[in-house]
Nanobody, 117 residues
Framework: QVHLVESGGGLVQPGGSLRLSCAGS????????MGWYRQAPGKERELVAI???????KYADFVKGRFTISRDYDKNTVDLEMNSLNPEDTAIYYC???????????WGKGTLVTVSS
């Protein structure tokens, strides 16, 4: 079993920055890949960025170099640094983990990011 807890969401103005953090605990194999997804109102959940223990990363196209994912493997944490935020980035951001990128079976409760002036 895996437990994921997100923090760092909130309200930010367009063009601003925000850093999300997620702490994971539990089965180390299920923490092999950790990352972030998001779900905006009325839309399906989508990948933002994920990172494996081998430091391999995958970013969504809409990130466009604005977001950076990082991990602390000793602490089983994953962070998402988000810059140049725009209103379209408003969503609930979920931390996720799994054995592989195709088996992201564990989810946090989510943290709300609102980009608005």
């Amino acid at each position: 079993q895996v437990h994921l807890v997100e923090s760092g969401g909130g309200l930010v103005q367009p063009g601003g920055s925000l850093r999300l953090s997620c702490a994971g605990s539990g089965c180390i194999f299920s923490l092999n890949v950790m990352g972030w997804y998001r779900q905006a109102p009325g839309k399906e959940r989508e990948l933002v960025a994920i990172m494996s223990r081998s430091s391999s990363t995958k970013y969504a196209d809409f990130v466009k170099g604005r977001f950076t994912i990082s991990r602390d493997y000793d602490k089983n944490t994953v962070d998402l640094e988000m810059n140049s935020l725009n209103p379209e980035d408003t969503a609930i951001y979920y931390c996720s983990s799994g054995i592989s990128k195709d088996d992201m079976n564990y989810w946090g409760k989510g943290t709300l990011v609102t980009v608005s002036s």
